[in-house]
């Protein structure tokens, strides 16, 4: 991004009303808890389906569909294809 575009950017959103703290003061508590809430509560808003990194199997996503449905899967060439995670408490033979 240009720093034309970018100074524009800033502007715009100084101007906003919606704009309730300065963006120095929302960048100072990025990594806070106040700010990790603040995300959660903006991504929670967002269109589904939300996608979040599996807990147990690195590289994979789980995606939540409207209804709560989730499934495991990953992106393959932009698109998201669902993968068969094996059940972890089931034991081994």
Known sequence: ???GLFS????ALKQAKFMKVTLSTCLESVNSP???KRLATYLEGQPFPHYEPHPDKRGLLVRI???GSRTAGR???RR??????PNKNKARR
């Open 34 to 36: 106040e700010g990790r």
């Open 80 to 85: 998201f294809k669902a993968v068969r995670v």
């Open 1 to 3: 991004m240009s720093a």
């Open 8 to 11: 524009v950017s800033i502007k």
């Open 65 to 67: 569909d409207e209804d």
């Open 75 to 77: 992106f393959v060439k």
